[in-house]
T-cell receptor
Framework: AQKVTQAQTEISVVEKEDVTLDCVYE???????LFWYKQPPSGELVFLIR??????QNEISGRYSWNFQKSTSSFNFTITASQVVDSAVYFC????????????FGEGTQLTVNP | NAGVTQTPKFQVLKTGQSMTLQCAQD?????MSWYRQDPGMGLRLIHY???????DQGEVPNGYNVSRSTTEDFPLRLLSAAPSQTSVYFC????????????FGAGTRLSVL
């Protein structure tokens, strides 16, 4: 069985602070995908990133960066210089590579960025 | 470009009533899925489809039926609504070539009294 744990239920920061959202996963598969999705207050989920289990290279996209460590089964997400518009619920998710659209989501982390 | 369209946005049902949540996508995506979102539990997969005529159960399928007669549409039927089905329902679609990169609808907020 697959499982994704986001231990941080809520995080509150002040604008311009850096913030890291933690994600730990469990799977018996050797090949899988990891994802991050954002759910802004409007409610619609938005895809942010997909990482293949073979690719442990960290990725940076603007103020966003992701740290994938297979040894600790973690896929953490860092927002640098946070902004009020980053306020949202962030979900980490996992899928088997053979059934890539069957996503197992974590509980989500509510991030609030205060001005 | 509409993307994934869900109707209705809000619905209140009485216990035992049936209804269908509609989902349509205009991106010619092969894969479509239904999730429910409950506080503290993230999103859980109800049913999914890899193409017209092909559906399969997800993590929490009981009380729900689906069918996929066309690529565009993937309706979710509640057979006999129960208060435990009070939730926010999301439909999503994706390309088979890009599994997991899903486009979500705006959601349907359902209350069962």
């Amino acid at each position: 069985a697959q499982k994704v744990t986001q231990a941080q239920t809520e995080i509150s920061v002040v604008e311009k602070e850096d913030v890291t959202l933690d994600c730990v996963y469990e799977t018996r598969d050797t090949t899988y995908y990891l994802f991050w999705y954002k759910q802004p207050p409007s409610g619609e989920l938005v895809f942010l990133i997909r990482r293949n289990s073979f690719d442990e290279q960290n990725e940076i996209s603007g103020r966003y960066s992701w740290n994938f460590q297979k040894s600790t089964s973690s896929f953490n997400f860092t927002i640098t210089a946070s902004q009020v518009v980053d306020s949202a619920v962030y979900f980490c998710a996992l899928s088997r590579k053979t059934s890539g659209s069957r996503l197992t989501f974590g509980e989500g982390t509510q991030l609030t960025v205060n001005p | 470009n509409a993307g994934v369209t869900q109707t209705p946005k809000f619905q209140v049902l009485k216990t035992g009533q049936s209804m269908t949540l509609q989902c349509a996508q205009d991106m010619n995506h092969e894969y479509m899925s239904w999730y429910r979102q409950d506080p503290g539990m993230g999103l859980r997969l109800i049913h999914y489809s890899v193409g017209a005529g092909i559906t399969d159960q997800g993590e929490v399928p009981n009380g729900y039926n689906v069918s996929r007669s066309t690529t565009e549409d993937f309706p979710l039927r509640l057979l006999s609504a129960a208060p435990s089905q009070t939730s926010v329902y999301f439909c999503a679609s994706s390309y088979a070539a890009l599994p997991g990169i899903q486009y979500f609808g705006a959601g349907t907020r359902l209350s069962v009294l």
